[in-house]
């Protein structure tokens, strides 16, 4: 897995937006939706033609995006179970009996998921990892953690690589075996691994304190947000809110 | 689980519940891991977590075509303790979040309290429970966490049962929701125990010394000179270690709590109370899941007048049997062992 | 004297000295103690650092002692044998500005420090690049860097031409025979400690077993096969220039 998280390296005026206003607007958006009543359809295609409309400012690529929803599948497995078990009054649809609720329901799991996840991508495909970690920073978010994290996505590729190369060093060797034996193997393998990460963390430890590390990591970020960065920032999940309040007092 | 919770899977409240006690706990550890931290640094808790999020890629088969992988919440808290274990888990969570759109920013919360918070604490303190009534060595570790393990997955289920009783969007039976999610994570849960057993069993062979949760039982190291003369050191001490004495009762405790509060909320729900009296939403065969024949299946214990206790009862009897059949598989694999070498 | 904290004891009594602006090679098989030792050097292992072992470390003058770890460590920079346990930071950027910045420079007088630096490898136009998008020369020429950045007094390289391709091994050397400081170098690459170093210091099963002109050691073939070292195929140390030339 690299290291880059789902980053597109374009330009774009998306890309451009510093990571501290889109970690906001992104948490603002989502939260709007989620608290969307799921009957009102109108909304959900509101703020669906909103997102579209940044994905295509961001000038990412369909696939990309239509990959990452792939992340979502268990959780449409899920949605689709639902109108046959959940509890209610039933409807007749193509001779199946299905439970209004359990449809309404799905819907909602279904819709608020999916938007959720593009708001998401929209924000990862945009951001590189420093500038995320740099506008974390920015949003107070406790510096041991900022630390922590930083190591781990730096790190992450690493681990990855390690992992695949001694998949591929225990492959061609012929090892076989059955689903146990290779349960076994693979684990062996991950307790090697994290003795060798494990490791790794005790040394890049030394050679931070050889280079007068004393426990504050320097800062990331070195500038703040402008005026007008936070208001183009901002415009989307404004807008949903306005949405997400006029679905509650108009309803249908 | 072991997939990520999306936005809008609960409603709103909850969100911001499991969004505040996530914060907490992730608060308290931050304080109480504090001093480790500046001992041994960030850099390790920040690998520690590429690797939890490296081996969660790593999936074996459960079964009926399926494949779980490692939640990685018991083994990291038995290998750097519970404290930077939930920081290490959180870590996974936000990264995987925000870096690769896994997972929910508004469910982050959730996530955190379930994959991050529950399996961390259940398993850590169940193998510290274990490891008091076992024989005082590294290697004890094995098993003890290896039921850890074992226990964290079906109870994090049952947790996310609870969960979807306060919170879910629609409502279905319960007690069904629940028969299927724990009889299923306690499949998940014994690949994670395998692959715990065999992650530990590696560590003690080759660093004894870094698994957190058995610092206390190491050895004391002997020094030889430039003349040949020998001497004895103790290790370094374990930072932030138990105090000896607190009985197998505190994990088995934590445990339990989780266990039977989360069904007590199960079956708090008016739609639990159906399935007590036979009426199951459920009507097709199709939807009836492999794990319906489990002996779990009947989840709830009849002939218990009250139904909400009586939901609590079950969720705390199933998490018994698991340890029971945990331990009965630690015994297996260690009698095993024993045979090999 | 020093054992790691799974009990294995890694030094056995070690005592050199170290002339201000020498330049020394420390050779020996692999798990000799060398890596070991060298980590001593600014007090990261041994029981300054709260771990097991006993000894006395002197730099310059200063003693090795808690309350000198600071400066001590401004003194020594350490180059360690694996870049990317020394590349951490998110960028090279900041990765070299890690160590000056917790000296206290701020502002104009980092970014320069970081400049000059990066100029000395010449890496300047890789600075923005994350480390995992560089490749190993770069990042060992990176790592580099990150020391130089410190101005230390003394230089310690764990292996710096390892992994690195003939031209970049030749850069590195230029750099490094272009530096004004003390230098101790670990390498299993004979041919370039007899190139940059003039001494040389053998260790062997935690023990330092020779000391002497790296020519002399390299010339006796009873302690270079004692001490499982072997010279590249055709390669006589008595007939190529080395550094005093
Ligand atoms: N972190 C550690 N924990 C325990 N033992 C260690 C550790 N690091 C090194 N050792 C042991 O200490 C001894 C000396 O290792 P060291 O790394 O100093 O060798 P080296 O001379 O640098 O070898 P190489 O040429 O392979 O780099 C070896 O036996 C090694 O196994
Ligand atoms: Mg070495």
Redesign the interface.
Known sequence: ?S????LVAVESPVHRIPAQVK?VA??IF??A???TP?AVFWAFGGYAVMLLAALVTAKLPAPVVSR?LA??T??LVFAL??P?????PQVSVFGL?L?Q??V???W??L???T???I???L??ATTA??E??AGLERLRL?A??V??????????????D??HRMRVARESRGYLGG?AGQ??A???G??????R??????????????????????Q?STHGASQSQWLVGLAIPLAAILIAIAARVVGL | MGVHVPDGFFNAPTSVATGLIAAGAVGFSLQRANRELRETGPALAGLTAAFVFAVQMVNFPVGAGTSGHLLGGALAAALVGPWTAVLVMSTVLLVQGLLFADGGLTALGTNITLMGLVTVLVGYFLTRALLKVMPRRVGSVVPAATVGALVSVPVAALAFTGLYSIGGAVDIPLAKLATAMVGWHILVGIGEAVITATVLSAVVATRPDLVYAARHLQQDLVLVDADGNSSTVSPDRPIGAQPAGRSLGVGIAVTLVVAGGLSLFASAHPDGLEFVGGKLGFDGAAKDSAVAGSPLADYGVHGIGNTQVSGALAGIIGVLVTIVVGLAIAKLASLRASKAS | MFAYPDGRQALFGVDFTVERGERVALLGPNGAGKTTLVLHLNGILGSVAGGTGSGRVQIGGTGLHREHLGEIRRKVGLVFQDPDDQLFMPTVRDDVAFGPANLGLRASELDDRVHEALVQVGMQDHADLAPHHLSFGQRRRVAVATVLAMRPEVLVLDEPSSNLDPAARRELADILAGLDVTLLMITHDLPYALQLCERSLLMNGGRIVADGKTRDLLADADLMSANRLELPYAFNPLSVPGPEH
């Open positions: 897995m290291g880059d998280g789902l970690l992104l948490f989502v939260l939706v989620v608290s799921a990452r992340v979502e268990p959780f179970l639902l046959f078990v959940a509890t209610g009996q439970s609720s359990g309404l329901g799905a909602n799991v819709a608020k998921g938007l959720g996840v708001a998401a991508i924000l990862s990892p420093r995320l970690l406790p041991t953690l630390a922590i994290l930083s190591f781990m996505v730096r790190y992450l590729s690493v681990v990855s390690d992992l689903r349960l076994k693979v684990a062996g991950v307790g090697v691994l994290f003795v990460s494990f490791e790794r963390g005790e040394r890049i430890h030394l050679a931070m304190q050889s280079r007068a590390y004393t426990g504050r990591m320097p990331l």
